[in-house]
């Protein structure tokens, strides 16, 4: 909006100009009537302008029209004083197509010949003929000068907007990005703790298929079947997979099936549902790092419920691991989890010894 209100004002002011020029010629032209030197000169000159008219934007034959229009100009001063007036508009051609430091000396000379026509056709040379050519030509250099400070200060805005535009841009593919990377990020823990465990658990039961494997099988079935309630949740983004009731239910159930033991301590009250589903899936990576990795014969799974946060505890008397040698995608999804909501885990294991995972989360 603000470069199309320039470009009109900008050719408002030079349609001005030249409607300024063409209708001080004719006021000449009508006073030379009877000169017929005067009338050619004055037809000349405006010949000259108007070919100028066509020139564009190429700026060495800009320059040597406004040079051939200040000559015949000044040759036509020779003549008479009906064209000098013809100077205010010659004062803005001059600023407009020529640098500062050449417009002003330039201004400077087409007032001298001003003064100059008038001091040489007239008995004598009076102030205001000095005075009036002068206000001109100053006023001529002021206004261009002023409307040139502007321009700039107006191109310094729009490249600020400009740069201001591709920063937002820029900042929004950004965020655009981290969105997509954070989504990755959570349907890899989500696929992590709950797909990729069932599909492991179902691979390791049918792996330990006594010759009469009729209960593995059955085991194997209700892992697959529960595999494709998630899955199928997943896709109609129904309520969090896994967690179709409390939260006290949805960790019995998932101990039992994994054989572990639950034990609830405190008095249970309502989560955040995103602190649920981080328990719950926190829940599922731990007791499956417990059955494919700690070879443990009990495993216990205690939910606590304190004042200002909520404590979970998972504890096997498996082999063991050290904390600071080893880590997997399991434990970093966990410790994840866990920061997105404030919360922290903590590891204690050692070879040999069984390992416990603490995890407390704060209470809005």
Do not use: K
């Not at 320059?63 to 001063?77: E, F, I, M, S």
């Amino acid at each position: 909006m603000e470069g199309e209100f320039e470009v009109t004002a900008m050719r408002t002011l030079r349609v001005g100009l030249h409607g300024v020029f063409y209708v001080l010629l004719a006021i000449g032209l009508t006073r030379v009537s009877g000169s017929w030197a005067a009338l050619s000169g004055g037809a000349l000159l405006g010949a000259v302008y108007t070919a100028g008219l066509t020139l564009g934007r190429r700026r060495t034959a800009s320059l040597v029209w406004l040079a051939a229009v200040v000559v015949v100009w000044t040759a036509l001063g020779v003549l008479t004083t009906d064209f000098v007036w013809l100077a205010f508009p010659l004062f803005f051609l001059c600023m407009h197509l020529l640098p500062p430091r050449a417009g002003v000396p330039a201004v400077i000379a087409v007032t001298a010949v001003t003064v100059g026509t008038l001091a040489v056709h007239g008995p004598a040379l009076n102030p205001a003929q000095v005075v009036g050519p002068a206000i001109g030509a100053m006023a001529a250099v002021l206004m261009v000068t002023g409307y040139a400070a502007l321009y700039r200060e107006s191109e310094r805005r729009r490249g600020l907007i400009d740069e201001l535009t591709r920063t937002r841009a820029e900042l929004a593919e950004t965020q655009h990005e981290a969105g997509v990377l954070a989504e990755r990020q959570r349907l890899a823990r989500e696929i992590h703790d709950t797909l990729a465990q069932g599909l492991s658990s179902i691979v390791l039961l049918l792996r330990a298929a006594p010759p009469d494997p009729a209960g593995y099988v059955e085991e194997a079935m209700r892992a697959a079947e529960d595999n494709l309630a998630e899955a199928r949740r997943f896709v109609h983004a129904l309520t969090p997979p896994g967690l179709d009731g409390s939260l006290e239910e949805a960790l019995r159930r998932l101990c039992s099936r994994e054989g572990a033991a639950f034990q609830l301590d405190g008095e249970p009250y309502t989560l955040p549902r995103r602190a649920e589903i981080a328990l719950l899936r926190i829940a599922q990576g731990g007791l499956a790092n417990v059955s494919r990795h700690a070879e443990a014969a009990r495993a216990a799974l205690t939910l606590t419920y304190m004042e200002d946060e909520v404590a979970m505890d998972i504890v096997d008397d498996g082999r063991g691991f050290d904390p600071l040698t080893r880590s997997g995608n399991g434990l970093g999804f966990i410790r994840d989890r866990a920061a997105e909501l404030g919360g922290a885990v903590t590891v204690e294991s050692a070879p040999g010894l069984g390992t416990a995972l603490a995890v407390t989360l704060p209470v809005p």
